[in-house]
Structure formats: C-alpha cells, structure tokens
C-alpha cells in the first residue's frame, strides 16, 4: 500500500466559530464538538487524500456496512494545555499503534502514521482556543475508522472513512463508584476482539451494565467468559486492586485491552517502589481479602477518568465496602500521571508529546 505523505492537509475552515455559544464551565462529557474534524477515506486499495473542514453531518449510506455489521474502530485520547499555553499529548503513539491494532482485527486497513500525527496536529492547532489551561480541562480527541461501503453483503467492505472529532472536557468525575462482579455476562473470549477498541465491544456491554444499574451498581467488572473466576476488566476501564501494599491487575491478553494508562501506572507505581504483580486475578482471592480487610482499593484506569477510585462491589448477592484511605495509592498515580500531563513535572518517560502553542 502507498501512501502519498502530506504535511500539508487542506483545511477548509468555518465561517463563523461556535465557541462563544459553548459553556466551558459546565460541560456535558461528550456532547459538545469544535469547530473543525479531520475526514480521510479509503478507496482503490488507499488511503486518500486527507482534509479538514468544518464539523457537521455528512451524508452516508443507509447501507453503509458499518451500519449493519458494525465495522467500525475508534480511539480515545487527550489533549492538555500547560499555563504557558503549550498544548500536549500523552504517549499518542500507543493510540497510532493501538488504532491500527483493532483494526487489523476488524479486517480493516491501517491508517499511515504520518496522516494520523499530521491531521492531529493540524486540527489541534486550528482549534486551539477550544483547549483551555488548567488541571481537569482537555480536549478529549476521538479518532475513529468505519466502512462506508454501500452494499450489505457480510464480508469487509472496500471503502472507509477515517475522521478525528474533539470534543472540550472538564475532570471527569464518576460519583462514588459500585462495581458489580459479573457472574454470567462477558465482555470479552479467547480469541475474539476484546482487546480491539471496536464499536460492537461497547454495544455489547450495554444492556449487562443497565442490569447492574437496576440493582443500584454503576458498572460492570467483567471475569472470564468461561468459569466467571478471574477478573479482567471494570467497565471500560483497566481495573487495579490493592491488597495490603501491593498492586495487582490481570495481564492483558486477546480478552483484556492494552490500556495506556494502564501500562503508565505500573510504570509509575513501579518507579514508586510499590510492588506490582501483573498476573491473573480471582474473584476469589478479591472477595476473601476484602472479607480479611487486606483489600485496600480497587480502582480503575482509563484516559477519561485517569484513575477511577470504586467504593465497593457485589458479588453473588453480597455486598462489600472498601476503606476510605486518607493516602490511597488511586489519588498517587492520579497526580504523578496528571502533572505529567499537563507539564508539571518532569516526564522522565517521554510520554508528553508536543503540538505547539
Ligand atoms: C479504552 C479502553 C480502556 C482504557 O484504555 P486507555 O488507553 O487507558 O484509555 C480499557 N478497557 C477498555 C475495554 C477500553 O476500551
């Protein structure tokens, strides 16, 4: 496959911003988008093309096969302005590589890096001022890839499109988080796609989490499809324990997706001196530290909330609390990682990635 390398991406801009009508004081996670997206499509066996125009509806198929097999893969990143406002990415080459990954498994082309980097920066650049200074406020950045391909025979379509939208965040704060332990429903198998960040992997955790819902849980921490025994995901998060000092999560695996925050916590609490095993987890071994008290935290980790702290979980109609810790290991990571972030503190990692000011 060939690509023609542009640095150069037209850009056709909007007549007239939407930023004085956005309240960035009071932001829906989500809900708001900014002025420009990134299009690419693929066509004739290439990549063409890409270009920048104003964000709006486009015109689609209704037999576009992403519509009807659900063809689709996406990535969730974000943008951080420090107060000199110089404007920041974290690790984007593990979402490159990750995008290319899922698609490779939903039997879709893999997009160029220099397109990927080239319309990011160009588009973070062009609607700079919609990324404000401060801890908490980011540009979450939402890279997806779908087929476009008319034609509802069940085989990889020959068109896709390829788009970048932004959308203006706040500090995602999730409330006191209850887990429910999923005893029949999974997320993930051997051997599917549970590792891909493909649209179907969410559809499906929908109506398990609705469930859960009902009976008073915020989410879902999903086990292994085959004896429900060992625990691989919370929600759309990586998911940690603490058991008295040590920091415990699942390996990843074709069930279990390769997070990006995920690998900078084991980095971080590794660099911290904490002693992290990354091997298979039990509900077993969870539910009898909890009982003992040795269960200190479990905690998920994701880009849109960083570390998501949960509160307590169910499991087989019993319930069980986690201690408030005054020191927790969650509100640790979540600083080292956050200041790396938004530049305020070293990054001896290399994980800050610069797009100008
Ligand atoms: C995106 C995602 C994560 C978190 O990945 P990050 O790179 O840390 O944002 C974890 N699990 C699932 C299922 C996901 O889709």
């Not at 069930?255 to 690998?263: F, P, S």
């Given at each position: 496959m060939k690509n023609r390398v542009s640095t150069l991406i037209p850009v056709k801009k909007v007549a007239n911003s939407r930023i004085d009508q956005v309240d960035f004081n009071n932001l829906t996670f989500g809900s708001e988008f900014t002025d420009h997206m990134f299009v690419c499509d693929h066509k004739d066996g290439q990549w063409q093309s890409p270009k920048i125009v104003p964000y709006g509806d486009m015109s689609i198929s209704p037999s576009a096969r992403v519509f009807h097999y659900g063809q689709a893969v996406f990535e969730g990143m974000k943008a951080y302005k420090d107060d000199e406002g110089s404007v920041w990415l974290f690790r984007p080459d593990e979402n490159f590589k990750r995008i290319n990954r899922s698609s490779v498994r939903m039997a879709i082309p893999e997009f160029p890096e220099e397109f990927f980097f080239e319309g990011m920066k160009t588009l973070l650049k062009l609607d700079n001022d919609w990324i404000k200074k401060g801890v908490g406020n980011t540009l979450y950045i939402r890279p997806v890839v779908f087929?476009?391909?008319?034609?509802?025979?069940?085989?990889?379509?020959?068109t896709y499109r390829f788009m970048i939208i932004c959308s203006p965040a706040q500090a995602y704060y999730g409330g006191e988080v209850r887990v429910k332990i999923a005893e029949h429903y999974s997320r993930s198998a051997s051997g599917g796609f549970g590792y891909a960040k493909a649209a179907g992997n969410y559809a499906g955790q929908f109506y398990p989490t609705e469930l859960a819902k009902q009976e008073g849980f915020n989410q879902v921490i999903w086990t292994d499809a085959k004896e429900h025994e060992y625990i691989e995901e919370a929600g759309t998060m990586n998911v940690f324990f603490r058991i008295g000092d040590t920091l415990i999560t699942a390996p990843?695996?074709?069930?279990?997706?390769?997070?990006?925050?995920?690998?900078?916590?084991?980095?971080?609490a590794e660099d911290m001196g904490i002693s992290v095993e990354v091997r298979p987890v039990t509900v077993s071994e969870i539910v009898?530290?909890?009982?003992?008290?040795?269960?200190?935290?479990?905690f998920g980790s994701g880009t849109a909330a960083v570390i998501n702290p949960i509160v307590g979980f169910g499991y087989k109609g019993e319930q069980f609390e986690l201690p408030k810790l005054a020191d927790s290991y969650a509100t640790m990571f979540k600083e080292k990682i956050v200041n790396i972030q938004y530049n305020l503190a070293d990054d001896p990692y290399g994980w800050r990635y610069p797009v100008g000011s």
């Open positions: 087929a476009t391909q008319a034609s509802v025979l069940a085989s990889p379509a020959n990843t695996s074709d069930r279990i997706l390769d997070g990006v925050t995920r690998k900078s916590v084991i980095t971080v009898e530290a909890a009982r003992e008290g040795s269960l200190l935290e479990i």
